[in-house]
T-cell receptor
């Protein structure tokens, strides 16, 4: 079975550029989560969706960040404009339902903003 | 608010040593508790879980017991292997019923042959 798929796996961009990260959750899963991982701040929940609807976006750092889930099989996290402090590993995770005890993580996208 | 505190790493052990990684939590009510593991270059994977007080979660030789009295969920393994080298995250399910997981900072384990 395919797990959570993220693309790209690595992204290097220059400050000021737009960055789009993509995620395909496990088929049939209704909840999707975006996390950011850095050495300084650890693992932070940015936003999560249930049935394609954003439920909690309190972790989104600022207006430069936006996330969408146009359908049950696809989500994007966009940073515009990007800044060096956005450099991190971004994980997408999905779970069968909102109340599920397990989240299934993708392999992550390592973003470097120069 | 709810939070999780883990012992700081890195933890460096020799193969076959006994492992303990401490985890304590702060929460209203009785949240479900989890340990996730992250191997190098990969995403997190659920290692074990416990959903109520006194439950013991176990998997791959790892164990953790939900201790309500001490609000702890320490991870233990009797004999570690080099392949256990990874980052371990303690987490709880947010008791506000949002479905969110709240993670600790992670503890890096290095096992040397």
């Amino acid at each position: 079975d395919a797990g959570v798929i993220q693309s790209p796996r690595h992204e290097v961009t220059e400050m000021g550029q737009e960055v789009t990260l993509r995620c395909k959750p496990i088929s049939g899963h209704n909840s999707l989560f975006w996390y950011r991982q850095t050495m300084m701040r650890g693992l932070e929940l940015l936003i999560y969706f249930n049935n394609n609807v954003p439920i909690d976006d309190s972790g989104m750092p600022e207006d430069r960040f936006s996330a969408k889930m146009p359908n049950a099989s696809f989500s994007t996290l966009k940073i515009q404009p990007s800044e060096p402090r956005d450099s991190a590993v971004y994980f997408c995770a999905s779970s069968p339902t909102r109340d599920s005890n397990e989240q299934f993580f993708g392999p992550g996208t390592r973003l470097t903003v120069l | 608010g709810n939070s999780v505190t883990q012992m700081e790493g890195p933890v460096t052990l020799s193969e076959e040593a006994f492992l303990t990684i401490n985890c304590t939590y702060t929460a209203t009510g009785y949240p479900s508790l989890f340990w996730y593991v992250q191997y190098p270059g990969e995403g997190l994977q659920l290692l074990l879980k416990a959903t109520k007080a006194d439950d013991k979660g176990s998997n791959k030789g790892f164990e953790a017991t939900y201790r309500k009295e001490t609000t702890s969920f320490h991870l233990e393994k009797g004999s570690v292997q080099v392949s256990d080298s990874a980052v371990y995250f303690c987490a709880l399910r947010d008791t506000s019923n949002t479905g969110k997981l709240i993670f600790g900072q992670g503890t890096t384990l290095q096992v040397k042959p």
